[in-house]
DNA sequence: CAAGACTCCTGACGGC
DNA sequence: TGCCGTCAGGAGTCTT
């Protein structure tokens, strides 16, 4: 599913594709690619089409998880994967057999004036796209960018502690890190040797420092990988698959050995999601049950 | 404020 | 073989 690393990828690879044609022609092919969350249910298709319509593309950015296409008179073309989007831009005349075999989930075609198309396929219509003057009228709240220059160990730190929710729910928040999703936090959080559901302002400085480091070298590995893929649904824009799944220390592990302590992974639901970690470089936080329950002192004087 | 439930959607997969 | 139920998951919304 598109995380940074992977939207990262899309973009950079649209970009020399994108930048500098003129949109002439706009299919919907599903309308309901247009319900964009606060924006009264999305922009009408004639709406949406009037302002993109004759623009010429300027520039080819990401901002958390969205992809931005920017365009002269100001409009940008904002849009979101979700679980199964993509981008490819094919040769009108001759699409790829990818392209041929992907047309029944084609939900809108931008045709470009140098005779090539961009194509947004989804096959589980969570995706979305909407068209807008200024960003922050699509955009949620979002925290900062874990790549740029806000994101520091000491930030995260001082966040971590001001909040008191678990690490898991509270990484996925993209109003607190915009960017991260179920892959790159579990990841993220084996390699800083945190469990899932530590509470935030439990976690230590130093185990503040390391998770900080830890995201930026799972983010920056995975972009230059060109993102992760394990079933059929992500590929780059140019068709690869991309490579970090073969870096995976726990995500869809579990049941195999911990790379580091040869511990078997274990998955997990924490907040309602699929989570992996290692038992033992990932130690579980102590509850107030199991601190206080008859049984537990029981096993602790047995184990005494 | 935190967390859980529920929703959207469809391909894949397990069970019989 | 084929049918059917279940699951996955980003993010918004609603409830506890």
């Known amino acids: 599913m598109p995380e940074l690393p992977e939207v990262e990828t899309v973009v950079r690879q649209l970009r020399p594709?994108?930048?500098?044609?003129?949109v002439i022609a706009i299919t919907l092919r599903w309308a309901g690619v247009l319900?964009?969350?606060?924006?009264g249910g999305g922009l009408p298709p004639r709406t949406f089409r009037q302002r993109l319509l004759g623009r010429r593309i300027l520039a080819v950015d990401r901002r958390a998880k969205y992809f931005v296409l920017r365009c002269d008179g100001a409009i940008s073309l904002v849009g979101h994967l979700r679980m199964t989007g993509r981008l490819v831009v094919?040769?009108?005349?001759?699409?790829?057999?990818?392209?041929?075999?992907?047309?029944?989930?084609v939900r809108a075609e931008?045709?470009?004036d140098d005779g090539?198309?961009?194509?947004?396929?989804d096959t589980r219509k969570f995706g979305r796209l909407t068209a807008v003057r200024a960003l922050d009228e699509a955009l949620p709240e979002l925290g900062p960018e874990p790549l740029g220059p806000q994101f520091t160990a000491q930030w995260l730190q001082a966040q971590l502690r001001s909040h008191r929710r678990q690490m898991?729910?509270?990484?996925?928040?993209?109003?607190?890190?915009?960017?991260?999703?179920?892959?790159y936090v579990d990841e993220s959080l084996?390699?800083?040797?945190?469990?899932?559901?530590?509470?935030?302002?439990?976690?230590?400085?130093?185990?503040?420092?390391?998770?900080?480091?830890?995201?930026r070298t799972v983010l920056t590995r995975a972009v230059s990988r060109e993102g992760s893929s394990f079933d059929a649904f992500y590929r780059t824009p140019e068709g690869r698959p991309g490579g970090y799944q073969d870096e995976f220390a726990v995500y869809g592990r579990s049941g195999e050995l911990c790379r580091r302590c040869a511990t078997p992974i274990q998955k997990t639901l924490v907040g309602q999601r699929g989570t992996h970690h290692c038992p033992r470089c990932q130690r579980a936080p102590q509850t107030t049950r199991q601190v206080h329950t008859r049984s537990s002192r029981a096993n602790l004087q047995a184990a005494s």
């Open 168 to 183: 898991k729910p509270l990484l996925l928040d993209q109003a607190f890190l915009a960017g991260l999703g179920n892959i």
């Open 35 to 39: 319900a964009w969350p606060g924006l």
């Open 17 to 22: 594709r994108l930048v500098g044609r003129t």
């Open 110 to 112: 931008f045709q470009l």
């Open 90 to 105: 094919t040769p009108a005349r001759q699409p790829s057999d990818v392209q041929r075999a992907s047309q029944r989930w």
């Open 116 to 121: 090539t198309c961009l194509l947004y396929i």
């Open 190 to 215: 084996h390699r800083a040797g945190i469990h899932p559901r530590r509470v935030s302002n439990e976690v230590t400085r130093p185990q503040a420092v390391r998770l900080h480091r830890a995201i």
